[in-house]
Nanobody, 111 residues
């Protein structure tokens, strides 16, 4: 099983980034997919989730209206579009499917 995140980087406040998580080794279309993040000195927290068909999504209050999770079951990939980024969004972002985790991608929001 592999989950490989990409798309992180340094962005100014108010900017945008799109994270991708390419997966393999399991039946992607059967799993709820989630994005989590962990800031320095803080616990890992849930950011967004999407049902197996993509018909339902959920977001943390802190990102609602700014972030959008989506998936492409043909490509076994889940995405996180992040707009209006704030310094407090700085964290390592992880992709999750049940007990499987990616290695994370760093997102830094700073001027």
């Amino acid at each position: 099983v592999q989950l490989v995140e990409s798309g992180g980087g340094l962005v100014q406040p108010g900017g945008s980034l799109r994270l991708s998580c390419a997966t393999s080794g399991f039946t992607f279309s059967r799993y709820v997919m989630s994005w989590y993040r962990q800031a320095p000195g803080k616990e890992r927290e849930s950011v967004a989730s999407i049902t197996s068909t993509g018909g339902g999504t959920g977001y943390a209050d802190s990102v609602k209206g700014r972030f959008t999770i989506s998936r492409d079951n043909a490509k076994n990939t889940v995405y996180l579009q992040m707009n209006s980024l704030k310094p407090e969004d700085t964290a390592v972002y992880y992709c999750n499917a049940w007990r499987y985790w990616g290695q994370g991608t760093q997102v830094t929001v700073s001027s």
